[in-house]
């Protein structure tokens, strides 16, 4: 999936009576908040566990087609919260922005496109997987676990300036 331009509004509007800066020349473009999913070296995930319970979890972040993709093993906390509910969000801290991405979260599929997410790992992190049989493993680790990749397609975003006084929301058609 390629992530298309969201629309880009300011996140508070002088109404709201709020200390951040409700000047629309203030409003972020997207393509700023991919540069920050793309130079960040961890960020965190959050899903939902069976009982509603927030998990979050720091993982390591690619972007394919500008779509954020993480790698988990399926049987982790992460990885079963997924399988059950797609809610998640992403947050990372950059230079410039911090980041919030909330959406929904799908296994990658399919040979080609997994190996494209793996080769965007291996380029970013050097983490190297074993495409086989439609399966992802880490040769590199004892008993090459199974891992899988999961795609958020982002509902809206949140950005939120360095200089503590802008905000931006960033809603995604779907």
Known sequence: MTV????????????DATPFDTDVATVKPWSQAVS??????????????????PHAAPVMLVLVDGAPC???????RKGRNLARNPHSVLTVGG?????????????????????????????KYGWTFDIRDGQVHD???????????????????FG??????????????H
């Open 36 to 53: 920050c999913l793309r130079s960040a070296h961890r960020c965190w995930l959050s899903t939902v566990r069976p009982d509603g319970r």
């Open 139 to 157: 040769e590199s680790l004892p008993g090459s676990p199974r891992y899988a990749f999961y795609e958020i397609s982002p509902v809206q975003a």
């Open 95 to 123: 230079e410039d922005l911090d980041l919030v991405v909330e959406g929904n979260a799908h296994q990658v599929a399919g040979d080609a496109a997994l190996r494209r997410v793996a080769a965007a790992f291996a380029t």
């Open 160 to 173: 939120y300036g360095a200089d503590g006084l802008t905000a931006t929301r960033w809603r995604f058609h």
């Open 4 to 15: 298309g331009t969201p629309i880009a509004e300011l996140l508070f509007q002088p109404k």
């Open 70 to 76: 993480v790698a988990s093993r399926p049987a982790s």
